[in-house]
């Protein structure tokens, strides 16, 4: 069997999903193919030889629907001959694209895959457009701050280890920010900021760079003060901020291929999909899976 | 001149309040006050903040707000140039104000209005330098405070006022902002507040006199006399002892006349206790307890409910028995009635002709000012000259002239209408605003075409008839489905115009299904009955929509439940602005089964029908949240929102107007008139059920709702999705089938019974 490797990895920032975020209003194939292509650069790839681009997405609808994964690797200049492919598997879709794309590596049925995914929340909510729910199966659609709430009533995690979780998590962030801890991995988008004035458009070229959302100014007494986002008695309130955090952004690809066959050391293993699968311990009760 | 654009200076609680008023009527407003000093417009934005959060709210909609631009009065003076009309609500002070109209004077257009909203700087004072043209756009505004809420706006004309200028102010005030006009004279107080307050004055000097409690007090001077609940002691909580204070010592300044507050009225300002406001005043809240001051101790203690048997023997008689009733109580009680009465209409009779141009003007300041059932010489003449002679010489005061000339009262009946006693001793017409319909005249002779214990036929003439509600709180019980049978038969036979739903009850349209009847029939059993009576409330709305000729409701204030299915069926509603509407069946337990959840989904549906791409879905959805959440409107603009009101249907901000103008309604429609034709839509089925029932399964898991709450959203769920099967067409009366049988299904359960028993019995929700 082969080895997989990841020979290179870069991300957008992670931006607001509310209207004035930096990049909520980027169409999601633009922002896949600045990755695309950053992601190939950097490993001195040829896109050609790129022979699949794995794409998560977790509501692939909207402006994300149809293909993305192949939208945005057309956008981002790759021929024609390489294809791509737009995995769903909620908040751990872009996981899994790089655990299929290891798959592949593994057995012999591609030499360099590219995996990443894209979410864009401020432009598809969540759980879609035009959800048609099945009357049975209501508890299986149970969202992920109910799904929080029981694991952290069967677990005994108090709203007061939440939110020290919770701050613990924004102060890193923040010192990882301010010491530049995330820059390699960020490719900078510029962006167009549009200001109207009757029929004219002003453009202003913006060049966004860090990560939005991380909140050094967050204390456990602010937080403690967040009403419960999910439950009226719930525990769930300062986790509201990261869930959207994480989501509204997007998450960006890690290229993987076959053990390079030059001198370079590999830069990374690819997780194995069946440890991926083993972190999601916090499965609800109920008979589904949670929605992520 | 159309008044198109309103300047408010001064954004104080007044101000602000006629700024959102204005706004709320679509009217855009420039609002300005004092420099700040970073943010130059703060004091203004402030203002507006505060009125967008007040509660009860100043704006109808909150996105009107959008009309008003603030700025401040030295660097955005300029704004009001595009303005018709700039009121001035600025520090009670002469110096200032003038200083203001000169400005304005500069850079208003010249055919600009200016008036002030003082309550007793005489016109003439704040006119002193300006021009002969700007006097003659000068006058005054007195508005009540809150603007939106209370009814009353005096006008007050100085000899220098164009005619045309005060008819535009009139009519705007009227029509636009939909208040009650009240010409005054030029003098402290004007009407309302310089009579109301020598009233509240004597009330407290007579209390002493007759040794009697704050509950003692409200329970003779609120509604047994036909005052509102809040009487004379609530009354000053609500606005402020400051503001009394400030008021009495305005007017005493004015008048000359003793005004002065007993000590411990005082006491308590100084004390900081100024009412509501500040948490104390004459009453405060402790929990849920209300707790009166006793004023001799300062202290205060939980409030006493007056049991006197004379008293609860008056409860519920008309106006006339209960006045005279009050004056008649034994011991203290009577003898304070009888000498605020006295006192009080000595005041009236001898300032009347100083103060307003005739007597119908004092009676209508105070009913529209201060809420009163009957002004004060309605009252006398419900007692009879006579009587109110005896009781003035009994607390030895002189007889006044105008009560020596009311021989034949202060109002009669004549062949041409009711006429009133002019200050001359002759009689003149009581003029009602052009437009206006009042129902007395049409509740006589033979112009009732029919009549039972819960409704009325009126002919309104011009071929409308009206058909008047009748019932306590407007509930539609048999009396009034058969009424409404009644008028569907007799003006197609007559071949008349059409039809107009309404009445003249000052809070309540409708509080809908009249559910007494309902438990009845559950207690016997009787669901034959059940089935039968809903059967025939739907039938009764489609008929509104069948009638071979327009029907027009005019609902105003609360119309809950089957009032609001009674809204949405017919052709057309001509609404009042104050409209608190909303289908509120789920609070008991129920689903609206008279039409209201099939005309929601079909509404909504059918909206959304030019759409191709469009999820039908949106519609239930929509539907499902205004029902399930009994979501009911803080106004007619907040009903539109909510979808009660379509485009077509209007808004009356004047509620003296509003039957005129559903009459109106009715004759432009009724020319070539033909009845909507039936409907169909395609209904979800299995693809909206799942939707709907997570949403309520989640409310649940959130633990905002209960398992019963679970189980009234999966009865509404099944119809708004037209059942659990593929998507097919359905008709209305499908979809009304499904209604009657969630409901009924429903009213099977204990749990709605135990709803609608526990809201019987308190007026209040169970959540079980």
């Not at chain 1, 894209?118 to 149970?142: A, C, D, F, K, N």
């Not at chain 1, 909140?215 to 008695?233: G, H, N, T």
Request: proline share 6%.
């Amino acid at each position: 069997m082969n080895e997989a490797v990841i020979v290179s990895a870069a991300r957008t920032p992670v931006g607001k999903g509310k209207k004035d975020g930096a990049l909520a209003s980027v169409h999601p194939a633009d922002l896949s193919a600045r990755v695309l292509r950053e992601v190939v650069d950097r490993a001195g790839l040829d896109p050609a030889e790129v022979e699949d681009v794995l794409w998560g997405c977790a509501m692939p609808e909207g402006s994300q629907g149809l293909n993305v994964a192949r939208l945005a690797l057309l956008h981002a200049g790759f021929p024609v001959e390489v294809s791509g492919t737009t995995i769903n598997r909620f908040c751990s879709s872009g996981l899994q694209t790089i655990a299929m794309g290891a798959q592949a590596i593994m057995s012999g049925m591609a030499d360099v895959v590219v995996a990443g995914g894209v979410e864009m929340m401020s432009q598809v909510p969540m759980s879609g457009h035009h959800t048609r729910l099945h009357p049975q199966l209501l508890e299986s659609y149970i969202g992920m701050g109910f799904t929080a709430e029981r694991v952290a009533e069967r677990w005994g995690v108090s709203r007061e280890d939440q939110d020290a979780w919770a701050i613990r998590s924004q102060q890193r962030a923040a010192r990882a920010q301010a010491e530049g801890t995330f820059d390699r991995e960020i490719v900078p988008v510029t962006v167009q900021h549009e200001r109207w004035s009757g029929a004219e458009k002003e453009v202003r070229e913006v060049q966004v760079a860090q990560d939005e959302l991380v909140r050094a100014d967050s204390s456990i007494e602010k937080l403690s003060q967040l009403r419960p986002a999910f439950k009226v008695k719930g525990s769930g309130a300062g986790a509201r901020p990261f869930a959207w955090c994480v989501s509204s952004g997007r998450r960006g690809p890690p290229a993987t291929r076959r053990t390079p066959r030059g001198n370079a050391p590999p830069p990374g293993r690819a997780p194995s999909p069946s440890r991926a699968r083993s972190r999601g311990s916090g499965r609800p009760a109920s008979p589904g899976r949670p929605r992520t | 001149m159309r008044i198109k654009k309103v300047g408010v200076v001064g954004a104080g609680v007044m101000g602000s309040g006629i700024a959102a008023l204005a706004a709320s009527a679509g009217v855009p407003v420039v609002l300005l006050d004092v420099p700040g000093e970073e943010d130059r417009s703060l004091p203004a934005k402030r203002g507006l903040e505060k009125a967008s959060k007040s509660k009860p709210a100043a704006f109808m909609d909150g996105a009107r707000s959008a009309l008003v631009e603030v700025g401040n009065t030295e660097d955005d003076l300029e704004k009001l140039s595009g303005c018709d009309w700039v009121v001035e609500v600025i520090v009670e002070q002469p110096a200032p104000k003038q200083a203001l109209f000169a400005r304005l004077e500069e850079i208003l257009h010249d055919r600009a209005i200016v008036t002030t909203n003082t309550s007793g700087i005489p016109m003439s004072v704040l006119t002193e330098g300006r021009s002969d043209s700007f006097r003659r756009r000068f006058l005054g505004t007195h508005f009540f405070n809150p603007p939106r809420y209370l009814h009353l706006l005096e006008v007050i004309p100085t000899p220098d006022t164009d005619p045309d200028v005060l008819r535009t102010v009139e009519e705007f005030g009227d029509r636009v902002l939909g208040k009650g006009i009240v010409r005054a004279k030029d003098v402290p107080g004007f009407i309302a507040n310089r009579l109301g307050v020598y009233g509240m004055v004597q009330a407290l000097r007579l209390m002493e006199e007759h040794d009697l409690t704050i509950d003692e007090v409200d329970a003779l001077t609120g509604p047994l006399i036909g005052r509102p609940k809040s009487a004379t002691f609530r009354t000053a909580d609500i606005s402020g002892l400051d503001v009394l204070k400030d008021v009495t010592a305005g007017l005493a300044a004015g008048t000359g006349e003793d005004l002065s507050l007993p000590d411990w009225v005082v006491g308590l300002v100084d004390q900081g206790r100024v009412g509501e406001k500040a948490g104390s005043g004459f009453y405060r809240k402790e929990g849920k307890q209300i707790q009166t001051l006793d004023r001799r101790t300062g202290g205060y203690a939980t409030q006493q409910k007056v049991e006197l048997p004379e008293l609860a023997a008056l409860a519920g008689r008309p106006l006339e028995e209960r006045v005279r009733g009050a004056l008649e109580l034994p011991g203290k009680h009577g003898a304070f009635s009888r000498a605020l009465f006295a006192r009080t209409s000595h005041y009236v009779l001898e300032h009347t002709p100083e103060l307003a141009f005739d007597i119908v003007s004092v009676d209508r300041a105070l009913e529209r000012g201060y809420a009163w059932e009957a002004g004060p010489y309605r009252q006398m003449d419900a007692l009879g000259a006579p009587r109110v002679r005896e009781i003035l010489a009994e607390q030895g005061l002189s007889e006044p002239e105008l009560l020596a000339e009311a021989g034949g009262g202060f109002y009669r009946e004549a062949a041409g209408g009711r006429e009133f006693l002019s200050f001359d001793g002759g009689y003149e017409p009581v003029r009602e605003a052009a437009g206006v319909l009042s129902l007395a005249p049409y509740r006589r002779g033979g112009r009732v075409l029919e009549e039972n214990a819960e409704a009325a036929l009126l002919d309104l003439g011009d071929g409308v008839a009206l058909l008047e509600l009748r019932s306590k709180m407007g509930t539609l019980g048999d009396g009034v489905i058969r009424m409404l049978h009644t008028a569907f038969e007799r003006l197609e036979r007559e071949g008349r115009a059409g039809l107009v739903i309404g009445h003249e009850d000052p809070r309540t349209f409708s509080a809908g299904a009249n559910l007494m009847t309902v438990v009845g029939a559950v207690q016997q059993g009787n669901w034959k009955a059940l089935e039968e009576m809903v059967g025939q409330f739907q039938d009764t709305v489609m008929g509104l929509r069948r009638a071979p000729f327009p029907v027009v409701i005019a609902p105003f204030g609360l119309t809950l439940g089957g009032g609001t299915e009674m809204s949405l069926h017919a052709d057309l509603v001509q609404a009042h602005a104050e409209l608190y509407m909303g289908l509120v069946e789920t609070g008991v337990g129920l689903i609206p089964g008279g039409g209201g959840t099939k005309e929601l989904l079909f509404r909504f549906t059918q909206d959304l029908q030019p759409y191709e791409d469009a999820d039908p879905f949106e519609a239930v959805k929509r539907a499902f949240g205004v029902i399930a959440m009994a979501r009911t409107s803080t106004s007619a603009l907040e009903a539109s929102g909510l979808g009660f009101l379509r485009p077509e249907d209007r808004i009356t901000m004047n509620r003296d107007r509003l039957l005129a103008d559903a009459k109106a309604r009715v004759l432009d429609l009724a020319p070539g008139y033909t009845a909507p034709p039936p409907r169909t839509i395609t209904a979800l089925g299995r693809e909206a059920l799942g939707n709907l029932r997570y949403g309520a399964w989640s409310l649940h898991e959130a633990g905002q709702i209960t398992e019963h709450e679970v189980a009234i959203a999966n009865e509404l769920a099944y119809v708004l999705a037209g059942g659990d099967g593929a998507p097919r067409t359905v008709t209305e009366q499908d979809i009304l089938d499904l209604e009657r049988e969630a409901f009924l299904k429903l009213l099977g359960t204990e749990k709605t019974q135990e709803r609608i028993a526990h809201t019987l019995k308190t007026g209040k929700p169970l959540r079980n």
